[in-house]
């Protein structure tokens, strides 16, 4: 049972990115009619997104983040001596694109830098490994870079992932100070439910091949992509979703003996309106407490949680304030997290 | 109980309480499609407290086999 606490460490700052290119969803219709849009974008709450170009990756919309947090904050850039880049849309299979931007930031080259591959959970396993490092006394400051071109992944012509991911990027410094209090982590896995959202092929099991890149029909619905596209598995998602977020929740608040009324802001990942809706409506938990995206940036995945911090509690964490993040997905891999923060700077969402 | 399922499946569905019969396939319903399939799911979790697996959802093919579930579960 992964469940765990640390003291006086803390997210010091944060900034985002995402690309400028802004897709509305009810005139996407490049594969589908309007009509039929409609009805799943209303349902999902997707109204827009972002789409990187062909020559935008996760790592540039980081490091747009990490400039503007960085001279914002104003940061000696020799301070930081850890570098985590979360993301599943790496720029390359090796290296590590973790390492690329040590050098593209000018950090130093006795940081330490590595990525983290997992989903919509991550930002979570991000946190609590440069907490971890910070609390073993290796780390003094540690840089965040989190992002995702999941409009890279999924096929456009698959009704089920088409219309939901887009594209983000953000960074956040970890700092040790007494300011910050305690914070606890649960953190989950289930490696038998790996088929419910995949990317089959394209890694070293099912390899690249002419065969993996044919587009097919997989369904009823006429519904295209390739083995080397994302694939969701919607129904069985939305039942783990539905069931294990607001067991992990209660499970997290009762470790923490925290009571949810001193919880200032509830953070989900955003998956989509429908089933955000349903797990808040589960908890009993006040909608204004609740900020979201998921209307104007849509799924970015792990990105989705420190993004809706950056873009609507902006002006909000200037004084000590209690945030519950929960990420969830892919994996399956979930977890849920009670942070403080104190004064934090929030830097901008910078369009690239 | 049974009046209670039927409207909280008809509004699942965007169909009316009168279109829903016990014996009918409710996937064969004009208005069920994979987002409407969650509704019904979401239904069944917050109106009856049942939580489904697919599998399990799958094996159920007719309102009266959805209702059965149900109503066993009380």
């Not at chain 1, 965040?144 to 594209?167: C, H, M, N, P, W």
């Not at chain 1, 519904?223 to 992990?248: C, Q, T, W």
């Not at chain 1, 004084?319 to 399956?332: A, E, M, P």
């Not at chain 2, 499609?33 to 799958?58: R, T, V």
Request: glycine share 6%.
């Amino acid at each position: 049972m992964a469940l765990f606490s640390f003291n006086n460490i803390g997210i010091s700052g944060m900034s985002g990115a995402v690309p400028k290119n802004v897709i509305n969803n009810y005139e996407y219709d490049v594969f589908f009619p309007k009509e039929e849009i409609k009805e799943v974008v209303d349902k999902i709450g997707v109204k827009e997104r972002r789409f990187a170009d062909e020559n935008t990756c996760a790592s540039d919309l980081c490091y747009a983040a990490a400039e503007d947090l960085l001279n914002g904050m104003n940061v000696n850039r020799d301070e930081i001596d850890l570098l985590i880049f979360i993301s599943q849309t790496p720029d390359y299979r090796m290296p590590a694109t973790s390492i690329l931007l040590q050098n593209r930031l000018g950090l130093s080259r006795s940081a330490i830098a590595f990525d983290i591959s997992l989903g919509c959970s991550a930002f979570l396993y991000g946190l609590s490994v440069a907490y971890s490092m910070i609390a073993s006394g290796a780390v003094k400051k540690a840089l965040i870079l989190d992002g995702e071109t999941r409009s890279k992944v999924y096929s456009q012509k698959d009704r089920k992932t088409a219309f939901l991911f887009g594209d983000a990027g953000i960074a956040a410094l970890i700092e040790k100070n007494d300011k910050f209090g305690t914070s606890w982590f649960s953190l989950n896995s289930d490696g038998e439910r790996e088929d419910l959202i995949k990317i089959p092929a394209g890694g070293y099991r099912n390899m690249s091949s002419a065969e993996t890149l044919k587009e097919k029909v997989v369904d009823e619905y006429g519904n295209m992509r390739s083995d080397e596209h994302g694939y969701m598995n919607g129904a069985d998602v939305f039942n783990f979703v539905l069931r294990e977020i607001p067991k992990d929740f209660k499970r997290l608040v009762e470790y923490a003996g925290v009571d949810t009324s001193t919880v200032d802001y509830f953070v989900f990942h955003q998956a989509n309106q429908y089933i955000n809706g349903l797990v808040a409506k589960k908890l009993k938990l006040a909608d204004e407490k609740i900020p979201s995206t998921v209307h104007k940036y849509g799924n970015t995945s792990s990105v989705s949680i420190p993004l809706t911090i950056v873009s609507e509690l902006k002006d909000k964490l200037n004084k000590h304030s209690r945030l519950l993040l929960c990420g969830f997905g892919v994996g399956l891999s979930w977890g849920t997290a009670i942070i403080d923060v104190d004064n934090c700077y929030v830097g901008n969402v910078v369009e690239v | 109980m049974k009046d209670k399922f039927i409207t909280a499946l008809a509004e699942a569905l965007e169909m009316e309480d009168n279109e829903i019969k016990m014996e009918d396939t409710f996937r064969d319903y004009d208005t069920y499609d994979s987002l409407s399939e969650l509704s019904i799911l979401a239904m069944l979790d917050s109106d009856f407290g049942i939580e489904l697996e697919m599998n399990e959802y799958n094996t159920y093919l007719t309102v009266g086999d959805l209702y059965k579930r149900v109503s066993s579960s009380k």
